[in-house]
Structure formats: C-alpha cells, structure tokens
C-alpha cells in the first residue's frame, strides 16, 4: 500500500483489500529520541505509535550527538538502545547519529510515517514529501529531566 496516501485514504483503501482478502504489506513508522531515563512518556508513545502502525522503528540518539544538542544523558547510549530493544512495542531500534538521517531512514526502511510527540509539533514538517508525518500528545506530568531533578534533589 503506497505510503504516500494521506493517511485516511491509505486507511480506507487498505480495509476494501483486507476485505477482498488481498495480503497487505505492514505498515511501517519511524521515531526519534534520546529515551534518557526511559520512562512511561516514551513507552505511552511507542503504545500509541504500534496502535496506528504494524512496524515500529526507534532511532536512538547516540551520546555524541546529544551532545550536539547540548544534552548529557544520565543513561550510556548502549544501555539506552538496550532498553528502547527491550520495549516489546519496539520492533528495530537504530542509531540516530545526527539531525540529517531521517531521510535517509524514511527511504530505507520505507517509513509510512514519522511520528514524534506534540512537543515536536511542526519541527518535521519538511519530510511530509517523503511520508505522512505524525505528532501525537506528549505524556504529561513526566519528563527525563524532571527524573533527573527529582533525583538530584533526593540526594
Ligand atoms: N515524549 C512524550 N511524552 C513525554 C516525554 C517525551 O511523548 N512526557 C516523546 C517526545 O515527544 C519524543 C520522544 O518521547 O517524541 C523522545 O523524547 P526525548 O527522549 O526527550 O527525545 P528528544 O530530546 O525530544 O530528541 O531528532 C529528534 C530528537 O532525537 C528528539
């Protein structure tokens, strides 16, 4: 099923070939974090992601990138693709090593769509050419960073 239908027409057309029994191909999305801390926000997203999609692909950023975003996060980059893997929402976790691949990881792993929390709302909006681009609501109330105060201050 091209990937390229707005999102509700690829919905209908995929129920009438369920319907006429035709075998369809899954359905793939795409996400990208740091998943420092890995906590409920980032596992209520890829929930939400796997409900809308059949493949779910999680590019993790590696330490050195974060640092180009000016992050440091508490959790190695190892441990954290580790946990991001051990999500059982999780179906392929990759690298995400700068802000330039996600074309290059929409084409290679033909992504149907690219979904981000609504805390990114209208940053991707460029790669709407190459696939449907998604944001759906952040979990509120918890965040990497507040963990890492909460921490922090508990001494
Ligand atoms: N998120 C969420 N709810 C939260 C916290 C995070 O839905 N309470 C979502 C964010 O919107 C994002 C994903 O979880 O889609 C990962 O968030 P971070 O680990 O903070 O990643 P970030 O620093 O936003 O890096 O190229 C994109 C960047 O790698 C995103």
């Known amino acids: 099923m091209s990937a390229r239908l707005p999102t509700a027409a690829a919905a209908e057309l995929r129920a009438h070939a369920v319907a006429a029994g035709l075998k369809l191909e899954p359905t793939v999305a795409i996400t990208y974090g740091t998943y420092d801390l890995f906590h409920i926000g980032h596992v209520n997203l ?10 779910l692909v999680v590019a993790v950023s590696t330490d050195e990138f974060n640092a180009g975003k000016g992050k440091r996060s508490a959790v190695p980059f190892a441990d954290r693709i580790e946990m991001v893997r051990a999500c059982r929402h999780v179906d392929l976790a990759i690298a995400e090593s700068g802000w330039g691949q996600k074309e290059t990881d929409i084409v290679r792993y033909g992504a149907d769509a690219m979904v981000m929390g609504s805390d990114w709302t209208g940053h991707f909006d460029g790669l709407k050419s190459l696939c449907d681009v998604v944001y759906l609501p952040r979990t509120e109330g918890v965040s990497s960073s507040d963990l890492k105060r909460h921490i922090q201050s508990a001494g």
């Open 46 to 55: 890829f929930r939400r992601i796997k409900a809308r999609y059949d493949i």
